[in-house]
T-cell receptor
Framework: GNSVTQMEGPVTLSEEAFLTINCTYTATGYPSLFWYVQYPGEGLQLLLK?????DKGSNKGFEATYRKETTSFHLEKGSVQVSDSAVYFC???????????FGTGTRLTVIP | NAGVTQTPKFQVLKTGQSMTLQCAQDMNHNSMYWYRQDPGMGLRLIYY???????DKGEVPNGYNVSRLNKREFSLRLESAAPSQTSVYFCASRAAEFEGSGANVLTFGAGSRLTVL
């Protein structure tokens, strides 16, 4: 079946620290992979995506590379800001599927 | 451009009461979804509608019904609310496959927080 496993939180970092949130997946075929972000009191919004192996998605200083050999899509940012405090969700969409499968979410808090 | 609009934003119900969550999108998307978000569980799909006139069960459909009223609107109904249905509910929509890369992206509403006492 299809599933996403992501790093348990919460994660607390100081401003300008390096961020990694791990995400691994199980899927049939060649899924598309996503990171969504949820700011306090809001719905989820797309942060970045990758649709095939070795693609790198990037946005707002965040990056993630689609690694088929390790079935991973880890989220990284070189220098986090207080405004990055949010919950981050890894997700996949299997080829031809209607649905997205989400991980459990990782809460990030960045302190000044 | 409103995107996906959900109402109400907050609701408190007593066990056994019924209610309907409304969702509307103005992006001409074909597919619409209802998810629930619970602590430690991430988002779980309740029902989805791949196109106007069709609906399908997701992971956790028990206790819910849906109606795809037209292309814009997709409502979620709780016929007899239970405390286990206390959650934050999100509606989302997605473009059709033939629209290319946009079909990969879900657009979410702001959420509806439901408490069942």
């Amino acid at each position: 079946g299809n599933s996403v496993t992501q790093m348990e939180g919460p994660v607390t970092l100081s401003e300008e620290a390096f961020l990694t949130i791990n995400c691994t997946y199980t899927a049939t075929g060649y899924p598309s992979l996503f990171w969504y972000v949820q700011y306090p009191g809001e719905g989820l919004q797309l942060l970045l995506k990758a649709t095939k192996a070795d693609d790198k998605g990037s946005n707002k200083g965040f990056e993630a590379t689609y690694r088929k050999e390790t079935t991973s899509f880890h989220l990284e940012k070189g220098s986090v800001q207080v405004s990055d405090s949010a919950v981050y969700f890894c997700a996949l969409r299997a080829s031809g599927a209607n649905n997205l499968f989400f991980g459990t979410g990782t809460r990030l808090t960045v302190i000044p | 451009n409103a995107g996906v609009t959900q109402t109400p934003k907050f609701q408190v119900l007593k066990t056994g009461q019924s209610m309907t969550l409304q969702c509307a999108q103005d992006m001409n998307h074909n597919s619409m979804y209802w998810y629930r978000q619970d602590p430690g569980m991430g988002l779980r799909l309740i029902y989805y509608s791949a196109s106007e006139g069709t609906t399908d069960k997701g992971e956790v459909p028990n206790g819910y019904n849906v109606s795809r009223l037209n292309k814009r609107e997709f409502s979620l109904r709780l016929e007899s609310a239970a405390p286990s249905q206390t959650s934050v509910y999100f509606c989302a929509s997605r473009a059709a496959e033939f629209e290319g890369s946009g079909a990969n992206v879900l657009t979410f509403g702001a959420g509806s927080r439901l408490t069942v006492l």
